[in-house]
């Protein structure tokens, strides 16, 4: 029978647990130790429920409070000075590097925060200085196995490894780290180190994650990959631990070869996103004598069964050139909700197409077993049977007028007229605004009161009308303080939204919702992704009434406020059956009714936001245009096309690298757009500058994800360096992101202080 190894498991809870117990410490409702038995029971169940499924090479060390990158840079004592001066516990430490600090011991910013690679996962970028000294810091990992080997369950570390570490980190001040050769050599005796201990406490395997190999390579990642692993494969001398080298989200097929010649006693491959690339290198290759594939098969990104053909298939195609094939998931299984059970809003048709965490632990051991089962072993066995039905093509049926409506498009529908300079002329003379205008992302803070009455709504205490005159009451409340600080364009706060996403979904044909099925997105913060289940389409204006009602509340200009077709679609669970590019056509237009729907009911202003455009860009550089911006790209321009010159488009995007890809976000052909910059130290100036960015912009100046306030001084400071970038004329000033994760409390103060900041910079530049 054949070994079955996950990679990683959730850790916020079937129901949100630690999320629950770790607000509640940072409210003061609950101590440390109620964070610490919370964090014991979910590790224990974790442990257990993969025990009883049949998994061979469970993970430790794949839990968290917050972050693994971050706990990686604790553990080999990658922490700035700054956090070390506030003189804080373990656990104190870790919030403050992940969410900023303001208080009595001091007031420290957050460490910048990035989407880890293709997933809308957020990871703490590691910070190193002249002065850091990688050395093992802690025994969280350690402590984390005997923990599970008391409980009677050998499992397998997970730890980030050394090469994706050192890629990801920064220098002081966003600079490129310059990787030094004692910095390389720290870090390879460290890991050396860690890996003896582990062999000294028992453990047979030790899984060390390389995401990063699988990105196109610069000059001397081979020779860094090399260097590193040389020094901690030796180590094994001292015990009997066997090192898994993990690979996930793309292939790895140009520095295999190097991999599989040093002789690591594993190689995970994601036989998934990167399976053709993989086997290629497989086949041309060959497998090192001793070293097992792990051969990633059940998805760990997606929550659709896995087609067990599909899976045996890749397996038998490994199997060809590998004496040891270990069946594994592609990647960690964080990414996926934690268990259909309890999914009652649901049906049983629906529900048997769906896998979450749990599930996939069933589907990782027939796999399996299936694997190592004779020809007729399979033909004979129900288990395939009932998978193979699933995928029988009647699912669901295609919606004509959807496509007809596609086939219809021309070149037209993608492009505005006029071009942008001659909008932005008219916009200005029709808007009115000041030099350096004010606005926010969207969102404001929603409340505990908000919560409540949507509760009260869905659960039928309070009557439809009840419930939209209480949202009115908000919309008036917070325009009124908008108006009150001085803000130039104004936002409705999206009272009655639970998510920028659901909310879409549950006013569009095609998209089912589930109850629980939460994911983590960063620290704490948890989304509950809509499911495309089949064609999309618009049955009704969605905003249009709460815009209205907004912009007739007051004088000043209002944002309709909507989710762009390719954020719609990257933060919801896609289907399988056709491609990404023809469901994001199908939200395209859907989306675009409600544009012009907006306009024709006086609307000026519009924000599509596309937070999360660069999050699905292909690993590799080659594959950017033809494999996703060449459609992305297009499928904005489609819902805006077709507004009228006077009305300003803008965009918002959030919490990734736009450096890169900043002409082709300026082909989006917005009027505006907003980014997240304060938290990544505004790094994208540059690329602004250089590129002769022709949308007008509004780099974040200061970062909404911490709980601190900044000062009318700091932000002020963010302004001027804004302004030595960019042309004052093409300046937005807002927050980084909308604020509806935020309290009253710091959200007020902090918007006070940054128009205060923008009205100072204003007079200063009249003199």
């Keep these: 029978m054949s070994v079955a190894s996950v990679s990683g498991f959730p850790r916020i809870g079937q129901n949100r647990e630690l999320k629950r117990a770790i607000e509640g410490y940072w409210k003061s409702k609950n101590d440390l130790e109620t964070v610490r038995s919370t964090a014991a029971a979910l590790r224990k169940r974790h442990w257990e429920l993969q025990r009883d499924a049949g998994i061979d090479l469970i993970p430790s060390n794949d839990f968290s409070y917050y972050d693994q990158m971050l706990d990686t840079a604790i553990l080999l004592n990658v922490i700035p000075q700054r956090y070390r001066d506030l003189g804080l516990g373990t656990e104190d430490t870790v919030f403050a590097m992940g969410r900023g600090y303001q208080g009595e011991r001091g007031d420290v910013t957050a460490l910048p925060m990035k989407k880890w690679f293709t997933t809308n996962y957020h990871y703490l970028v590691p910070e190193i200085d002249d002065s850091t000294v990688i050395r093992v810091n802690g025994t969280k990992p350690f402590d984390e196995f005997e923990e599970a080997k008391n409980l009677g369950i050998l499992t397998k570390p997970v730890l980030i490894g050394p090469y994706t570490f050192l890629k990801l980190a920064r220098g002081t001040e966003a600079t490129p780290l310059k990787l030094s050769d004692k910095l390389v050599n720290e870090a390879a005796s460290t ?27 610069e000059e001397g990642d081979v020779e860094l990959f090399t260097s590193l692993y040389e020094e901690i494969l030796a180590a094994r001398s001292a015990g009997s631990a066997k090192i898994l080298l993990n690979s996930y989200f793309g292939n790895i097929a140009d520095i295999y070869d190097t991999a599989n010649g040093l002789g690591f006693d594993g190689i995970g491959l994601d036989l998934l996103e990167g399976g053709e690339e993989n086997l290629a290198a497989l086949s041309a290759h060959g497998v090192h004598d001793g070293t097992a594939i792990f051969a990633g098969v059940v998805n760990g990104r997606n929550i659709w069964r896995n087609n067990y053909a599909v899976s045996l298939g890749l397996l038998d195609a490994v199997a060809q050139v590998a004496d040891e094939v270990v069946v594994s998931t592609a990647s960690s299984l964080l990414h996926v909700p934690f268990s259909t059970d309890g999914e009652t809003g649901l049906s049983d048709e629906q529900r048997k197409h769906f896998a979450f ?19 007729e072993e399979r033909k004979a066995s129900t288990e395939l049977a009932a998978n193979q039905a699933l995928f029988d093509g009647s699912r669901v049926s295609a919606d004509p007028a959807v496509h007809d409506r596609i086939d219809h498009l021309t070149d037209a529908d993608f492009t505005r007229q006029p071009a942008r300079a001659e909008r932005q002329r008219i916009q200005r ?24 009455e949507r509760a009260k709504l869905r659960k ?30 104004l936002v409705h706060g999206e009272f009655e939204r639970n998510d920028m996403v659901e909310y879409f979904g549950q006013n569009l044909k095609g998209f089912l919702f589930t109850k629980n099925a939460w994911v983590q997105s960063y620290g704490t913060r948890c989304v509950k992704p809509p499911i495309v289940w089949s064609d999309v389409s618009r049955a ?40 990404h590019e023809e469901q994001t056509k199908q939200l ?9 729907d907006l306009q024709d009911a006086g609307i000026k202003v519009i924000q599509i936001d596309e937070a999360a455009l660069r999050e699905k860009l292909p690993v590799r550089r080659s594959d950017w245009h033809s494999k996703y911006l060449d459609w992305a790209i297009p499928a904005f321009r489609l819902v805006h096309s077709g507004v009228k010159a006077g009305t300003q488009i803008h965009t918002h995007m959030c919490y990734s690298e736009f450096n890169d890809i900043i002409r082709d976000i300026d082909a989006m052909d917005a009027d505006v ?30 970062d909404i994800h911490s709980p601190r306030i900044p000062s009318e001084e700091e932000i002020e400071a963010r302004i001027h360096e804004i302004l030595e970038k960019m042309d004052v004329s093409k300046v937005w000033i807002n927050p980084d992101c909308g604020l509806k994760t935020r309290g009253d409390a710091e959200t007020w103060p902090s918007l006070e202080h940054m128009v205060a900041a923008a009205k100072a910079v204003r007079a200063q530049l009249s003199k």
């Design 460 to 489: 039928g205490e309070i009557t439809q009308e009840s419930y939209d005159d209480f949202i009115k009451g908000k919309i008036v409340e917070v325009l009124r303080q908008q108006e009150k600080i001085g803000l130039d364009v």
């Design 588 to 596: 395209a237009l859907a989306i675009r009714d409600e544009v012009i």
């Design 429 to 452: 003379e029709e808007l009115g605004l000041p030099l350096l205008p004010t606005t926010t992302i969207g969102s404001f803070p929603q409340t505990q009161d908000v919560r409540a």
């Design 673 to 702: 757009i907003s980014f997240e910059a304060s938290r990544s130290d505004l790094t994208v100036l540059d690329a602004i500058h250089d590129a002769n960015f022709e949308t007008e912009a509004g780099p974040g100046v200061y």
């Design 191 to 217: 890991y050396a180190e860690i890996v003896k201990r582990f062999a000294q406490l028992g453990a047979r395997w030790i899984q060390f994650d390389e995401p990063y190999l699988v990105l196109d390579k």
């Design 540 to 579: 009704k204006p969605i905003t249009v009434a709460w815009s209205s009602f907004a912009q007739s509340q007051t004088d000043r200009v209002v944002k309709g406020m909507l989710t762009g077709p390719v954020t719609i679609l990257n933060w919801s669970w896609p289907r399988e059956d056709i491609t």
């Design 357 to 375: 965490a749990v599930e996939k632990l069933g589907e990782l051991r027939e796999i399996a077993n299936l694997s190592s089962a004779s020809d």
